[in-house]
């Protein structure tokens, strides 16, 4: 199945396109939202499309001189983009997680539905996969993954079977461990696929996935203009809370909700006053339809805010 882009419309209309404005597509994945950018940009406009995945761009690259198309992380985005476009930024686009064209193909390892090995990379460059990480990662660590990345309340159970027979060269494919979760967690318990949780836990973990999203944020707000637009699409409760928190701590609404303050307190505000402020601009649900046609869409939240 395509990945099919998850609240297209609304976050590009949020961004506010002008037509010879510069763009970050943060997470270009199949170009999805990057192509609905580009449609709204005159000759002059252009695009930074941004993906740790190498394999992603070249199969979903689209050959146009106003896309500028970076393999990095996110969180790099201070240094891969040329200095003379820092502050200068009309808009920043994040649609968090992983597209259907990784989830879709076993060989990446992300999906408890195909078999395939325990990889789970999204940069292939990177050394470490899920096996890897399963295999050297002590109990107790692994418990606390599960708990803390995928709230999982077997997580002490799982963690312990999962050592037990990995240990025992038992364990090395995304089969393997479906069914190892299947066999522990009750009947009664199962609201979704058993395997969701821990699945999630382990790759947000062995991606760094919320140290990254943390880091790019800040980046963001040093690299948007005046007047530029954030929005960022999370799917779970983890990415979200990272978000909210974040606009609330550069906003103003945040700053006059939080008295009395402290003389420290003071201080910090007019650090935080003279140097970045955004505005809440909107928090926006996929509608019905939406999620209809597209049950990915169901957890997403679209945040949106504007550098002032
Ligand atoms: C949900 S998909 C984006 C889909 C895209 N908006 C579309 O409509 O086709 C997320 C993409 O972001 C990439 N990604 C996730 N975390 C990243 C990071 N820290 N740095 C760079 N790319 C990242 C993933 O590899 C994936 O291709």
Redesign the pocket.
Known sequence: MN?I??L?KESIKNLNIKNNGTYI??????????KLILSKLNNDGRIFA????NQ?IIM?KIIDKRIFYIN????NLEYIINKKFIGKIDGI?F?????S??LNNPLRGFSFMNNGPLDMR??QNSKLTAYDLLKITSEIKLSCILKKYGEEKFHKKIAFNIKKYILNNKLSSTQDLSNLICSIIPKKNRFKHPATRSFQAIRIFL?K?LD??KT?LHVSLKLLKKGGILCVISFHSLEDRIVKHFIKKYSSYNIYSNLPLTETEINNLYYINNKFRLKIVNRIFPSQKEIFNNPRSRSAILRVAKKI
């Open positions: 990945h882009p998850v297209l597509d943060a997470t270009y994945g199949c170009g999805g939202h990057t941004i993906d740790c995945d992603t979903n990095e992380k996110f969180s686009l649609d968090l997680g992983i597209s064209f990784q999204m940069n991606n996935e990254e999203l790019a």
